[in-house]
């Protein structure tokens, strides 16, 4: 059985909620812009690969390399959503702190665009 992806999308939300309320919400927000960006990414690289003719080289570059694909294949708004996700990702994964204006709303953000990933990048019927 092949993993949902979508599944890191609800655990983003869920810690997107959990937020609220905790008194350390700066561990909640990073870690949900994390899930939110690899829930859109593993999506569309499985998309990519089964109708995008994709070859995914299993290394770090394929986050790349995928963003250039969609470009190429008449998926920019995937590729920009997938780009801006990525950069929120790595401030989220690798900085000493939010550098967002509104981590909430950053957050928030980072949530829909990647069930815009999920919404654009749907199998064609009868696959």
Known sequence: MAFD???????ARDL?????NAPNSDAFLPSAV???YFGAF????????????FQSRKLVEDHGRL???LRRKKRKGD?????????WR?????????????PPATVATAIKWADAV??????????
């Open 67 to 69: 963003r250039e694909h």
């Open 16 to 20: 997107q909620h959990q937020a609220v």
């Open 5 to 11: 992806w979508k599944s890191f999308v609800a655990l």
């Open 42 to 53: 593993g999506h569309a690289s499985n998309y990519a690969r089964q109708f995008l003719q």
């Open 118 to 127: 999920f919404a654009s990048l749907v199998p064609p019927s009868g696959s």
């Open 34 to 36: 994390s899930r939110a």
């Open 79 to 87: 590729s920009d959503r997938l780009e801006q996700l990525r950069q």
């Open 90 to 102: 790595n401030e989220a994964d690798y900085s000493n702190g939010l550098a967002w204006p509104d």
